[in-house]
């Protein structure tokens, strides 16, 4: 059975820094597109940033894009997004999520991935 826990989150001040951690517990983690998404307080959940499974190739929000890093170590199954430069708007509960067979034109679709962290917060002040 496939499992993700995540990292704790944690608050921080505008222009701060954190790395969330997502551990895959189950198969290897290179057989999965892995991806993170958010929820803000009382908004839809929004695509953060996923790296597929082949060649690991990465895909942005344009919200995060030069800020955000997602990256994987495959010897310890872990899938991390180190966060710079956040910003208030970045609050949110953070999600990791794997799948296999995600296509390309799905990266960004929540619906693509079979299986789900528990959530962590991250908030940021102003």
């Known amino acids: 059975q496939v499992q993700l826990v995540q990292s704790w989150g944690g608050s921080v001040q505008a222009g701060g820094s954190l790395r969330l951690s997502c551990v895959v517990s189950g198969r290897s983690l290179r057989a999965y597109t892995t991806a993170w998404f958010l929820q803000a307080p009382g908004k839809e959940g929004d695509f953060v940033a996923a790296m597929r499974a082949s060649r690991g190739h990465t895909y942005y929000s344009d919200s995060v894009k030069g800020r955000f890093t997602i990256s994987r170590d495959n010897a310890k199954n872990t899938v991390f997004l180190s966060m710079n430069d956040l910003k208030p708007d970045d609050t949110a509960i953070y999600y990791c999520?794997?799948?296999?067979?995600?296509?390309?034109?799905?990266?960004?679709?929540?619906?693509?991935?079979?299986?789900w962290g528990q959530g962590t917060q991250v908030t940021v002040s102003a």
């Open positions: 999520a794997a799948g296999m067979g995600v296509i390309l034109s799905n990266v960004r679709n929540g619906g693509a991935y079979n299986y």
